[in-house]
């Protein structure tokens, strides 16, 4: 059976270790991880994927995973990989924060059985701390020469904005948390970005220095597409893993547009498929790239990891109602989605009481030029509303013909779409 380590180096998770004597170690012992999470917001995105595989993978070969929430970090912002300094968030924000992403991450993680995860809130123990305290316990084993030569901050005071006290401070508070986890959970590794070097090792040092004894770092790449844009962005929005935030549909629709030089590396990462099935993916994959069976593949086993089995159905449901599928047993937020880029119309619902005539429909919707084109699309049958053919021009739509959301779904042929709002 291959060690967490060699698993995480075969699937292109590894960039940085700080000790090579490392992968020795995960071969004969089991350890404790941990990888923090920034609650800048209520719903972890795409990003954080990468992490959350990190410690699911660590579990699956029976080492213990901690999941720490910043929920003190997180009121002082982390200055690694940044130009600026963040916004800083009140504690009823980070709470607020805090509670959406304990709520995620056991989607992921086992917090039960023999070998449990665990989640923990580094302000359970910085929280208390008075300023003397934190500069005697553990600002004193800080060496100022060493903090200044970190990436993150010689690149902060190269530029024009510099940094604040209060970010420069950041990497001590990171690095208490590794030595309060060694302390109380028996954690020696920790893993994180690759932009988390600087802070890791400050952990790491601290260790060293406070209790004699070594513990370990471990970074995974930070990922671009392809065509060099951030990973788990569309249209310039992260992806979401709250289903309130980024749909299952959208979420899915995300991997299906993965391009053919990034699946195969997105596979190893974000599913658990092995290594032979994943080769045997792409060997059928690359017979034939337009049928796009290694994207697919991929957008639904990572919408089942995220989303489930239901979550998945969905969204392929909603998948092929643009290639003429059943409108029925959609949401109205669903419809949103699918037709957020279709061209769309506002239209006074009082119209569809006494009947509203197709043909004015669909030339006021934009989907014929003329109400002549109208009626003779409409003869010949290839109009559809809500993906249903029209078999008349003398139709009169009412307000049964509503699809959820107050919308009609128009279309001309295979691919051309108009979407009808109606409202007060």
Not at 153 to 158: D, E, G, I, P, T
Not at 292 to 302: G, M, V
Request: glycine share 10%.
């Amino acid at each position: 059976m291959k060690s967490v380590y060699e698993i995480l180096a075969e699937r292109g998770f590894l960039a940085q270790c700080t000790d090579p004597a490392l992968e020795e170690i995960l071969k004969k012992e089991k350890r404790t991880i941990y990888i923090g999470f920034d609650p800048t917001a209520d719903s972890l995105h795409l990003g954080s994927m990468v992490p959350i595989m990190v410690l699911a993978h660590f579990q699956k070969c029976g080492h213990k995973p901690i999941a720490l929430v910043g929920g003190a970090t997180g009121m002082i912002g982390d200055p690694s990989g940044k130009s600026s300094e963040r916004n800083l968030l009140t504690r009823e924000q980070v709470s607020q924060n805090v509670a959406g992403i304990r709520a995620q991450l056991a989607h992921f993680l086992d917090f039960t059985g023999e070998n449990p995860a665990l989640i923990l809130d580094n302000n359970d123990w910085i929280g208390p701390m008075t300023f003397i305290e934190w500069l005697r316990d553990v600002g004193k084993h800080f060496n100022l020469n060493i903090m200044l030569q970190k990436d993150s901050v010689k690149s902060r005071l190269a530029s024009e904005n510099g940094i604040s006290y209060t970010e420069f401070s950041y990497q001590t508070m990171q690095a208490y948390d590794f030595l309060h986890l060694f302390r109380n959970y028996g954690c020696t590794i920790q893993g994180g970005g690759s932009d988390q070097w600087g802070n890791i090792t400050a952990g790491t040092d601290l260790i060293r220095k406070a209790e004699g004894k070594t513990a370990y770092g471990l970074t995974s790449y930070l990922l671009t597409t392809a065509r060099g844009e951030k990973f788990g962005k569309s249209a310039g929005n992260a992806i979401w893993l709250d289903p309130k935030r980024t749909s299952p549909y959208k979420y899915y629709q995300y991997w299906i547009n993965t391009d053919d030089r990034d699946v195969e590396k997105y596979l190893k990462l974000f599913t658990f498929l092995p290594m032979e099935d994943i080769a045997s993916i792409m060997e059928e994959h690359g017979a034939d790239p337009g049928r796009r069976l290694a994207q697919k593949r991929l957008a639904e086993e990572s919408t089942i990891l995220v989303h489930g089995q239901e979550g998945l159905a969905r969204a392929k449901k909603a998948s092929e109602v643009l290639f003429g599928g059943e409108i029925e047993g959609l949401s109205g937020e669903d419809l949103a989605d699918i037709f957020a880029d279709v061209p769309s119309v506002q239209m006074g619902i009082s119209r569809l009481d006494e009947g509203l005539p197709v043909i004015d429909l669909i030339f006021e919707a934009g989907l014929c030029s003329s109400r002549g084109e109208a009626k003779r699309d409409l003869s010949g049958g290839g109009v559809y509303l809500n993906n249903a053919k029209v078999t008349g021009a003398d139709l009169k739509v009412t307000r049964e013909n509503l699809a959820p959301g107050g919308v009609m779904v128009l279309r001309k042929g295979k691919k051309n779409y108009r979407l009808a709002k109606f409202a007060d």
